[in-house]
């Protein structure tokens, strides 16, 4: 599954919602689904705010597979690209009281793999979907 | 989303329903920022009509939380499902946060 999208906010539900429609039928525990939704639009919002800098005139790419029995999602901007390992833990003394800075952290923690291309404008993200 | 506020045994009652997200986090924030501009005390934030939190939900929370503190407020959350209370674990929120088992013991603990 291809979606391609404008860089507005109010395109993020209709890529998480593609996504999990695409996996409706598949028999995947409602807590699986939830971290698949949640990733997908923490990633699509990071393209859109962070990547594209919320220029409408760029897009986000998003891929949408399964193989096996895992869910494979790539998300794509047309920004710079960015070092996700700059992404500061949110859990210390100085990210605790912040008010962002969890997106991609929660990403990490709730997929089982989680890649950037070099230029760090393409995330791909993989997760067991059963048990 | 909806926030239904409710005045009780002198405490302010938020009770949440929906998903605390990106698209909802602007209006949740207008019925807290009237909340904090009158420097509500007490407040408790009942969750058990929640589903769905993202990072921008967390965020509002906490931005919340702080400008509660700025003027000695204090706030409580109840109600949470496991899912939620999870993401509020995984990033360590639940030490930030006074999360009670349930209404009677957030406003006993008050």
């Known amino acids: 599954m291809f979606i391609d999208i404008p860089s ?10 593609d996504i999990l429609s695409s996996l409706s039928s598949r028999g995947v525990a409602e807590d699986k689904l939830f971290d698949i939704r949640l990733c997908a639009e923490e990633a699509v919002r990071n393209a859109i ?8 005139r760029l897009r986000v790419k998003v891929a949408c597979w399964v193989d096996g029995d895992k869910v494979f999602i790539e998300i794509e901007d047309e920004g710079e690209g960015y070092d996700p390992k700059s992404v500061p833990d949110p859990r210390g003394d100085n990210g605790i009281m912040k008010e962002s800075g969890r ?4 990403i990490r923690k709730l997929m ?3 890649d950037f291309n070099e230029k760090g404008n393409k995330i791909r993200m993989e997760k067991k979907l059963w048990p | 989303m909806a926030v239904k506020t409710e005045s009780k045994d002198g405490l302010m009652i938020c009770r949440m329903e929906g998903e605390i997200d990106i698209s909802s986090s602007p209006d949740i ?3 807290f920022d009237k909340l904090i501009a009158q420097k509500t005390p007490k407040i408790i934030v009942d969750l058990v009509s929640v589903s769905y939190v993202d990072s921008s939900g967390l965020a509002t929370l906490v931005g919340i939380l702080k400008n509660m503190r700025s003027y000695g407020g204090k706030m409580k959350l109840v109600g949470m499902s496991s899912k939620i ?16 088992a349930s209404e009677e013991e957030a406003i006993t603990g008050f």
């Open chain 1, 8 to 17: 507005d906010i109010i395109h993020i539900r209709k890529v998480s919602s």
């Open chain 1, 49 to 56: 705010v962070h990547g594209n800098q919320g220029n409408k």
């Open chain 1, 103 to 106: 997106g991609m952290f929660l």
């Open chain 1, 112 to 114: 089982d793999k989680v």
């Open chain 2, 29 to 31: 924030k207008k019925v």
């Open chain 2, 85 to 100: 209370k999870s993401l509020f674990e995984i990033t360590k929120l639940d030490k930030l946060f006074d999360i009670a």
